[in-house]
């Protein structure tokens, strides 16, 4: 069986899913997309030598969260393919709230002794009230470096982090094994932001980031860091609905040095996260090796989303370290 299928089925035993139809709706809706993140637990579990079946509470409990994050996440964006668009706003919160508590009843009934568990609940709380925190810090466009930092570090090292510690602990890890992982993984969560961050302020059609003014990081430093080409970026990002305006923004952004200082900011965190990595007594390392080298190559797909020319892509990545 298939891992997305099996953690469904896994779904469909709790009384919530089989007493709530939109829940057990909303979670087929959200498992066709095969999110990776509901992987998290398992990938942490692996790597201390454990297996599916015995963190199956953790990888539920990190599928409400993500589900509770993407429909609060949507309504907040104003996302035009969110949930809350058929449900309606109310219902989608409700929803939202939902998960969030069946994940916490999941993690209750999983651990094997008390002290467990209470470790397991209150990592979720972290994850939960982190990522709150950071929700709350991005809805609020965070105008500078500092508070874009901030807000990745509630929102997404958290989130990759708790998930991480969830499965390692469940998976028979040390607190102290665990609790590396958790910082680890934190660190590949905010590479992951920042890929994110390049990927949609490069893509086209416009992203919500372009529409609703937003403050990612690579639009940040077009804004703020002095270049020759500041005011007119400012001009364009204000008319993102214009394809030619848009173009011309994502090339400025090549041309700053915005692409450059994210891939650069890449870099020195898988560097960092490598290096810690080899630090923690791991049964099966080589598969969260794999993934961390994954976020450091070349992210040619990403810049030619802007049609730029093959030896300027060549000479960012050269400049961002990541070639």
Not at 64 to 78: G, K, M, P, V
Not at 94 to 108: D, R
Not at 270 to 295: F, G, K, Q, S, V
Request: charged fraction near 20%; proline fraction near 5%; glycine fraction near 8%.
């Amino acid at each position: 069986m298939e891992f997305h299928d099996y953690v469904v089925t896994y779904f469909e035993a709790q009384d919530a899913i089989r007493e709530w139809p939109e829940l057990a709706v909303t979670l087929r809706r959200v498992a066709a997309g095969g999110p990776q993140v509901w992987k998290l637990p398992l990938q942490a579990a692996q790597a201390v030598g454990a297996d599916l079946e015995g963190v199956l509470s953790a990888v539920g409990a990190a599928a409400c969260a993500q589900i509770a994050i993407t429909l609060i996440d949507d309504l907040l964006d104003e996302d035009p393919h969110g949930l809350h668009h058929e449900v309606g706003a109310g219902s989608a919160a409700n929803l939202a709230s939902a998960f969030q508590a069946l994940g916490g009843q999941m993690l209750a009934e999983g651990g094997e002794d008390a002290e467990t568990t209470r470790d397991l609940q209150a990592s979720y709380a972290r994850l939960l009230g982190g990522t709150a925190h950071g929700q709350f810090l991005d809805a609020q466009n965070p105008s500078d470096e500092a508070a874009y930092w901030q807000m990745v570090a509630r929102k997404s090292a958290t989130f990759y982090g708790e998930t991480f510690y969830l499965g390692a602990r469940l998976g028979g890890a040390s607190a102290g094994t665990a609790e590396a992982l958790r910082r680890l993984w934190g660190q590949y969560g905010v590479i992951i932001q920042i890929h994110d961050d390049l990927k949609d302020c490069l893509a086209s059609p416009v992203e919500p980031d372009w529409l609703l003014g937003r403050l990612p990081l690579p639009i940040l430093f077009a804004s703020q860091v002095r270049h020759p080409q500041q005011a007119r970026f400012e001009v364009l990002r204000k008319r993102p609905h214009d394809p030619a305006a848009l173009e011309e923004a994502q090339r400025i952004l090549l041309e700053c040095g915005a692409v450059s200082y994210c891939l650069s900011e890449i870099w020195k965190r898988y560097e960092a996260a490598r290096a810690l990595l080899t630090d923690i007594p791991l049964a099966r390392p080589e598969r969260l090796a794999e993934m961390l080298d994954n976020t450091a190559r070349p992210v040619q797909t990403l810049l030619q989303l802007t049609g730029a020319p093959e030896a300027e892509v060549a000479a960012v990545l050269a400049a961002g370290g990541a070639g």
